[in-house]
């Protein structure tokens, strides 16, 4: 159904999507997701996985001692790294590659952030520009406050609205 319902999207369903998130004045700390579970970047990539396999996580922001965004880790970010197929997922199974052994060696550095006061339209135009559908949300001095995924604005848009979220992203 999800294939589906991407090939269904128009332009002008799209635009009326975002009017209607224009119309509502959500901003991006309406729907963030708060309580972030992050890493520092000196955490093993066993640690990463492990982490992200007991949490149930796909992505992990990476946070300086401040909580500041450094970069973002992802399960295929580790995976390819140690060479093994995505496939496999239980952390006891990763073996790092030579030299790569921690998630700075790893991290995507170039996050998709917004603000929180950022109007949900942006927030839709950040994801849409990101490959992994996720922005981080920081505040000035890019403390990490929370995350916003693709699947936070479906989750969170009307009934009416929830198709054509999903089509988009």
Same mark, same amino acid.
């Not at 992802?74 to 790569?100: F, H, K, Y």
């Not at 929180?116 to 990101?130: C, G, H, I, M, N």
């Not at 505040?139 to 990490?144: A, G």
């Given at each position: 159904p999800r294939a589906a319902q991407q090939r269904a999207l128009t332009a002008e369903a799209f635009q009326q999507l975002l009017a209607d998130l224009r119309a509502r004045g959500q901003t991006a700390a309406d729907i963030m997701t708060r309580d972030l579970v992050t890493l520092p970047p000196h955490a093993s990539l066993v640690e990463?996985?492990? *982490?992200?396999?007991?949490?149930?996580?796909?992505?992990?922001?990476?946070?300086? /001692?401040e909580n500041r965004l450094l970069g973002i880790i992802?399960? =295929?970010?580790?995976?390819?790294?140690?060479?093994?197929? @995505?496939?496999?997922?239980?952390?006891?199974?990763? *073996?790092? /590659?030579?030299?790569?052994?921690r998630v700075a060696d790893v991290m995507l550095r170039d996050v @998709?952030?917004?603000? @929180?006061?950022? @109007? $949900?339209?942006?927030?839709?135009?950040? $994801?849409?520009? /990101?490959?992994q559908r996720r922005a981080i949300v920081?505040?000035?001095?890019?403390?990490?406050l929370g995350i916003i995924t693709?699947?936070?604005? =479906?989750?969170?848009?009307?009934?009416?609205? /929830?198709?054509?979220?999903l089509a988009r992203l």
């Open positions: 990463a996985m492990r *982490l992200m396999a007991e949490k149930g996580l796909k992505r992990l922001p990476v946070v300086d /001692a992802s399960r =295929i970010d580790v995976l390819r790294s140690v060479g093994q197929r @995505p496939a496999i997922m239980e952390a006891r199974t990763i *073996l790092p /590659a030579p030299g790569v052994r @998709p952030t917004v603000f @929180p006061e950022t @109007p $949900l339209p942006e927030v839709v135009d950040a $994801l849409l520009a /990101a490959q920081v505040d000035k001095d890019r403390r990490v693709d699947g936070d604005l =479906i989750s969170r848009a009307s009934e009416a609205e /929830a198709p054509g979220v």
